[in-house]
């Protein structure tokens, strides 16, 4: 089983940055991936990045550029640098591990999530 504890959400303008942090503990030999999601109020939760054990990475087209998924294997962390954030970027981010297969693929492991709100 593998635990999510996700932080470093909170309030920023429009234009801002935030990281957020997930702390990974326990283990299941066959998650290879992390992920980060959001849910936007009335929304669906969507997918918003993934990374590879071997660092490959992949995002929404909503956040290329602005967005930066990376992990610290010696912390047991994965991180979602933000930047240039927008109204658009507010939701319940979630971290997930998963699967790649020339992409991410979610497990069902999550995170209790963390509120992220651009707003000015």
């Known amino acids: 089983q593998v635990q999510l504890v996700e932080s470093g959400g909170g309030l920023v303008q429009p234009g801002g940055s935030l990281r957020l942090s997930c702390a990974v503990s326990?283990?299941?030999?066959?998650?290879?991936?992390m992920g980060w999601y959001r849910q936007a109020p009335g929304k669906q939760r969507e997918r918003v990045a993934g990374?590879?054990?071997?660092?490959?990475?992949n995002y929404a087209d909503s956040v290329k550029g602005r967005f930066t998924i990376s992990r610290d294997k010696a912390k047991n962390t994965v991180y979602l640098q933000m930047n240039s954030l927008k109204p658009e970027d507010t939701a319940v981010y979630y971290c997930?591990?998963?699967?790649?297969?020339?992409?991410?693929?979610?497990?069902?492991?999550w995170g209790q999530g963390t509120q992220v709100t651009v707003s000015s």
């Open positions: 997930n591990a998963g699967y790649w297969s020339g992409g991410y693929y979610p497990a069902n492991y």
């Open positions: 326990g283990s299941d030999f066959s998650i290879n991936a």
């Open positions: 990374i590879s054990n071997g660092g490959s990475t």
